[in-house]
């Protein structure tokens, strides 16, 4: 049985006590075993699982998912330099992303990455003329908008005719035929991202069958590919979700590539690190409103963005040796917003003082953290078994105000 007062085999009182709070906190045991669950559910197809930076970019992070043998998939050219920095082999990363800069793709071919996925023809052009300009071949694989409904909430739907993101499903062959035809590009794949917390995958096999369609088509125009990305998009339990069937999908992706010589890709972020993160924060006061109560804590909406931004759903566990009676509250931060909380209606036993532990803040949590109302970003700390060890500093306001601080002076 867990014991939900522990991360692995460390109190979170005593990491509290040490590090202070907010306290962004992982298991690596946690991580560990999520990528274990991909290695095995697909190990007859043997993919290269390239691990979305975004989810969590902390190097402590990066460079445990390196020494397990991932790739990366990356959407920035800071994300790159992470990579770089945490130890990741370029060879297997992937650079995804609709805004791709000059210097981010001449960043990306000075390291040899594996591939660009690309989302529009400007961007292929882009790419061909800075090769050029360097002597060198760029990889590239076309990202496509299949047109299918992930059913997930709308902002982090990307394969919809309405969203951003990739190539539109009837353009594909004549943007296949356009690279095909600059000298300094090698087409080696085809890509998809459909969403993102999905935990019904079925949109996501109807996505790789359209995507073999073009696959056959683009054969008819001897143009052969070497891989298929089938992206990300697997979601985590936050509340009363489906699990996803991993199992499943894995068999449902092995029968339709059965007999086809085509690498997979994968790009899991949020279900490989979603579950292994934690946030801790101390409650400061309890306020009894006119409508409604509230467990007033020491982290916000700048801590973790999820609630306010997706009105998401993170349980909360108090994880102190609390008296107190239950009651229904909003759980809300500091920050000078209505929008900021992280749990609304919630039944709740707390008091001033008591620690509680929000589940499930792995992924999108401390990436997505800004210092709104001058905030400093709160500590991040890797437990390993009877071992914990900070990953990332607490930022101090000195810090925070030296750029300002060093501009202010010329005024």
């Not at 445990?64 to 991932?70: Q, V």
């Not at 085509?262 to 899991?268: A, C, D, N, R, Y």
């Amino acid at each position: 049985m867990t014991d939900y007062l522990k991360c692995e085999q460390i109190p979170y009182s005593a990491l509290a006590a040490e590090y202070g709070t907010p306290l962004y906190v992982y298991s690596q045991q946690e991580i560990t075993a999520a990528l274990n669950q991909y290695q095995q559910a697909f190990a007859s197809l043997q993919p290269l699982i390239c691990y979305a930076v975004k989810a969590n970019s902390n190097l402590s992070i990066l460079r445990h998912f390196a020494r397990l043998g991932c790739g990366f998939d990356i959407v920035s050219g800071g994300e790159l330099q992470r990579v770089i920095m945490a130890g990741g082999d370029t060879g297997k990363t992937i650079f995804s992303g609709v805004g791709k800069s000059s210097a981010e793709i001449e960043f990306a071919l000075n390291n040899n990455i594996r591939c660009f996925n690309v989302e529009s023809l400007p961007e292929l052009e882009r790419i061909n003329t800075i090769a050029d300009r360097l002597g060198k071949i760029a990889p590239i694989s076309l990202r496509i908008n299949p047109d299918v409904n992930a059913h997930t909430h709308p902002y982090i739907s990307t394969g919809l005719k309405a969203n951003k993101f990739g190539i539109a499903y009837h353009d594909v062959i004549k943007a296949y035929q356009l690279a095909a035809t600059l000298p300094h590009l090698k087409i080696t794949g085809i890509d998809c991202h459909i969403g993102s917390q999905l935990t019904d995958l079925s949109p996501l096999i109807e996505a790789l069958e359209r995507m073999l369609l073009l696959v056959d088509k683009l054969a008819e125009h001897n143009i052969e590919l070497e891989h298929i990305d089938l992206g990300g998009g697997v979601g985590i339990v936050y509340q009363n979700e489906n699990v996803p069937d991993l199992a499943a999908y894995a068999t449902a992706v092995a029968r339709l590539l059965s007999k086809r010589n085509l690498q997979l890709m994968l790009e899991p972020g949020r279900s490989l690190i979603g579950n292994a993160g934690g946030l801790l924060t101390t409650v400061e006061y309890i306020k009894q409103g006119e409508e409604k109560n509230f467990v007033i804590v020491d982290a916000a909406m700048n801590d973790l963005m999820r609630p306010s931004l997706y009105q998401a759903y993170h349980g909360i566990l108090n994880v102190s040796s609390t008296t107190a009676n239950e009651f229904v509250a909003d759980v809300v931060g500091p920050i000078c917003e209505t929008g900021d909380f992280l749990a609304k209606d919630r039944t709740i036993a707390a008091t001033a003082g008591d620690l509680l532990l929000i589940q499930n803040a792995g992924a999108y949590a401390f990436s997505m953290a800004s210092n709104y109302n001058t905030r400093c970003r709160a500590a991040e700390v890797l437990v390993n078994g009877t071992e914990h060890h900070l990953i990332r500093q607490r930022e101090n306001l000195p810090e925070l105000l030296a750029n300002e601080q060093n501009c202010l002076k010329a005024i």
